[in-house]
């Protein structure tokens, strides 16, 4: 039951991945019968589990790999590969509901960096009265 609105989840989502505390507030919305059977903490043990174990058998979930210390604690961020579902039933009811591709790129880990400014002043010069 879990692994299925977990899926639904990740596949009707508009965002490309998500972490297991998204993944909880999405599934408590969608299903607020959710919050009363276990407390916060069990349930995002138990949403984790349900990735990790799609991912071992048959590689329905996929993680996106990252630099930091997020892949180490299982707080990374998750996506659904239909196309290695082992329900296929389920895969083709997904695609059919939801025909978009996501973007590949955005299932991949990226980290950016900005340079900072110069020290700028409040006016320019050309401002001046």
């Known amino acids: 039951?879990?692994?299925?609105?977990?899926?639904?989840?990740?596949?009707?989502?508009r965002a490309t991945s998500m972490d297991t505390a998204a993944?909880?507030?999405?599934?408590t919305r969608a299903h607020p019968e959710?919050?009363?059977?276990?407390p916060k903490k069990e349930f995002l043990r138990l949403i984790g589990s349900v990735l990790e174990a799609g991912?071992?058998?048959?590689?329905?979930?996929?993680?996106?790999?990252?630099?930091?210390?997020?892949?180490?604690?299982?707080?990374?961020?998750?996506?659904y590969v239909p196309e290695k579902d082992e329900d296929k039933e389920r895969a083709?009811?997904?695609r059919a509901l939801v025909?978009?591709?996501?973007?590949?790129?955005?299932m991949k880990y990226k980290q950016y960096y900005w340079k900072p400014l110069d020290r700028i002043s409040r006016w320019d010069p050309e401002d001046a009265l």
Not at 99 to 106: C, G, N, V, Y
Request: aromatic share 8%.
């Open 1 to 13: 039951e879990i692994t299925g609105i977990v899926v639904e989840a990740l596949a009707t989502s």
């Open 23 to 27: 993944l909880y507030l999405v599934l």
């Open 34 to 38: 959710l919050k009363t059977r276990r």
């Open 55 to 79: 991912h071992a058998r048959c590689g329905m979930f996929e993680m996106v790999q990252s630099s930091g210390d997020a892949n180490d604690e299982g707080y990374g961020r998750w996506f």
């Open 92 to 94: 083709l009811l997904i």
């Open 99 to 106: 025909p978009r591709q996501k973007r590949s790129e955005t």
